[in-house]
């Protein structure tokens, strides 16, 4: 006869706590390496977004011999006074059609028949592009080419959204959306290198003037790079997050920005703010040089210095980061202290 036996086959309660032990420990073991796997991934595709607008640069270059502009307008009268009367818009607009985005460019209504001012010649006291609803609307339009895979670009922010950097004297102004509208718009973790402080603010910070430059209609050409400090020695593209990187967004960079100065230094997410460069990238904050080639800047202690703390002397990685963001200072000190 046969009989089934009692006993039943199975885990103890012990032996699956022990399993699931060993899975916990072999998760937090992983863990750290799956981080870094995907953040070397994030890293590498923020890399090819920088190289595809510099590309599309220097395809504008092809077009106009010369690179855009960091914002395109009228001179802009002293002090601020009046911008609301300008037509105002940063160099990106004019970079879409070189960035498979010819229809959106297109579908923006112009108030002038030069297209914000661009290549074609400067006409004063225009309404401005964000008067006409139909442009805010196609501000809005979100495009990954803009965006670091690192970072939560499109977080609510609490204060706004900048639509234009612009140096005026000593002073770095910024034009931005407040809410609601300004959490609409679409964003970008780039922008354009204006050097160390512009075109200068006294002959100090002159000399390190940059690609763009940060004034209205200011244009240079890769010849002028060429014959100066070079393609590959000068900043022309970077990486910011556009304002507090840590817990409450207040700000962020739409698309429409135009350019940043480096005086500042490279901030960490917990140093960010709306007027540096900066990222979510572990050591370094990443650029694409006027050759297109893209190389991560160590943060070092570019930050650190007197610009943000008066009396501190400059650092060394300062100086060198303030070298390569301008075209024509003539420095050659070794950069391998704050190249990645």
């Given at each position: 006869?046969?009989?089934?036996?009692?006993?039943?086959?199975?885990?103890?309660?012990?032996?699956?706590?022990?399993?699931?032990?060993?899975?916990?420990?072999?998760?937090?073991?992983?863990?750290?390496?799956?981080?870094?796997?995907?953040?070397?991934?994030?890293?590498?595709?923020?890399?090819?977004?920088?190289?595809?607008?510099?590309?599309?640069?220097?395809?504008?270059?092809?077009?106009?011999?010369?690179?855009?502009?960091?914002?395109?307008?009228?001179?802009?009268?002293?002090?601020?006074?009046?911008?609301?009367?300008?037509?105002?818009?940063?160099?990106?607009?004019?970079?879409?059609?070189?960035?498979?985005?010819?229809?959106?460019?297109?579908?923006?209504?112009?108030?002038?028949?030069?297209?914000?001012?661009?290549?074609?010649?400067?006409?004063?006291?225009?309404?401005?592009?964000?008067?006409?609803?139909?442009?805010?609307?196609?501000?809005?339009?979100?495009?990954?080419?803009?965006?670091?895979?690192?970072?939560?670009?499109?977080?609510?922010?609490?204060?706004?959204?900048?639509?234009?950097?612009?140096?005026?004297?000593?002073?770095?102004?910024?034009?931005?959306?407040?809410?609601?509208?300004?959490?609409?718009?679409?964003?970008?973790?780039?922008?354009?290198?204006m050097g160390g402080f512009g075109d200068g603010c006294g002959s100090y910070y002159a000399q390190w003037q940059g690609i763009f430059?940060?004034?209205?209609?200011?244009?240079?050409?890769?010849?002028?790079?060429?014959?100066?400090?070079?393609?590959?020695?000068?900043?022309?593209?970077?990486?910011?997050?556009?304002?507090?990187?840590?817990?409450?967004?207040?700000?962020?960079?739409?698309?429409?920005?135009?350019?940043?100065?480096?005086?500042?230094?490279?901030?960490?997410?917990?140093?960010?703010?709306?007027?540096?460069?900066?990222?979510?990238?572990?050591?370094?904050?990443?650029?694409?040089?006027?050759?297109?080639?893209?190389?991560?800047?160590?943060?070092?202690?570019?930050?650190?210095?007197?610009?943000?703390?008066?009396?501190?002397?400059?650092?060394?990685?300062?100086?060198?980061?303030?070298?390569?963001?301008?075209?024509?200072?003539?420095?050659?000190?070794?950069?391998?202290?704050?190249?990645?």
């Amino acid at each position: 006869m046969f009989r089934r036996s009692g006993k039943r086959k199975g885990f103890t309660l012990i032996e699956l706590l022990v399993v699931i032990a060993i899975i916990a420990l072999l998760m937090a073991l992983l863990l750290p390496a799956v981080q870094k796997v995907r953040e070397a991934a994030n890293k590498m595709l923020c890399a090819s977004n920088l190289r595809q607008i510099g590309i599309a640069a220097h395809n504008y270059h092809n077009d106009y011999l010369k690179l855009p502009a960091g914002a395109w307008g009228p001179p802009a009268p002293p002090g601020f006074a009046g911008y609301g009367n300008y037509n105002l818009a940063g160099q990106f607009y004019e970079l879409l059609p070189y960035m498979e985005q010819d229809n959106l460019y297109k579908s923006f209504v112009s108030t002038d028949p030069a297209h914000f001012n661009g290549p074609g010649p400067m006409t004063p006291k225009l309404p401005p592009w964000y008067n006409s609803s139909i442009n805010q609307t196609w501000v809005q339009t979100r495009m990954k080419m803009f965006a670091c895979p690192s970072d939560t670009l499109y977080e609510q922010v609490s204060s706004g959204a900048f639509i234009l950097m612009y140096i005026d004297g000593c002073t770095l102004w910024g034009l931005y959306f407040g809410n609601p509208t300004g959490n609409l718009f679409g964003r970008t973790n780039y922008t354009g290198v204006m050097g160390g402080f512009g075109d200068g603010c006294g002959s100090y910070y002159a000399q390190w003037q940059g690609i763009f430059l940060g004034k209205l209609g200011s244009e240079v050409s890769l010849g002028q790079l060429t014959v100066q400090d070079g393609t590959s020695n000068t900043l022309m593209y970077g990486e910011g997050l556009g304002g507090i990187g840590t817990g409450a967004r207040d700000f962020a960079w739409s698309w429409m920005v135009g350019g940043m100065p480096t005086a500042w230094g490279l901030a960490n997410p917990n140093q960010s703010s709306w007027n540096v460069f900066s990222s979510r990238h572990p050591a370094v904050v990443q650029f694409c040089f006027g050759d297109v080639s893209t190389r991560g800047i160590r943060r070092g202690t570019t930050w650190s210095q007197a610009f943000n703390n008066p009396g501190n002397t400059y650092t060394s990685d300062w100086a060198v980061l303030q070298q390569l963001a301008g075209r024509k200072d003539g420095y050659n000190n070794n950069t391998s202290a704050i190249l990645d």
